[in-house]
């Protein structure tokens, strides 16, 4: 599977973006998936994750009610609507996909995921 990420950009405090995640292969349909980001001097963290259906969702406490993320599985894409955007959410975005599983259970870590897409950039100014 390859993931490529998209769709990040400048926007100012309080706007939105979407970014999209176009994955490459047969198996990505069967795999949940997950967006992660990594502020400069920070840890990658986790921001939200999807089963392979798409039927749930997750997401960190700090996205929560601001971030939704979906997919296209007929489009092998993946996406994050991002809004009420604040200097916070500046990142590297990443898009990832964990091994693939039978399990019901959605993986939200680092450590989970096999396949990690190349980053996109989200600045946004206050």
């Known amino acids: 599977v390859q993931l490529q990420a998209s769709g990040g950009g400048l926007v100012q405090a309080g706007g939105s973006l979407r970014l999209s995640c176009a994955a490459s292969?047969?198996?990505?349909?069967?795999?949940?998936a997950a967006w992660f980001r990594q502020a400069p001097g920070k840890e990658r963290e986790f921001v939200a994750a999807?089963?392979?259906?798409?039927?749930?969702?997750y997401y960190a406490d700090s996205v929560k009610g601001r971030f939704i993320i979906s997919r296209d599985n007929a489009e092998n894409t993946m996406y994050l609507q991002m809004n009420s955007l604040t200097p916070e959410d500046t990142a590297v975005y990443y898009c990832?996909?964990?091994?693939?599983?039978?399990?019901?259970?959605?993986?939200?870590?680092?450590?989970?995921?096999?396949?990690w897409g190349k980053g996109t950039q989200v600045t946004v100014s206050s």
């Open positions: 999807i089963s392979s259906t798409g039927g749930r969702t």
């Open positions: 990832a996909a964990p091994r693939l599983t039978q399990s019901l259970i959605v993986p939200t870590t680092r450590s989970d995921m096999e396949y």
């Open positions: 292969g047969r198996t990505f349909s069967r795999r949940h």
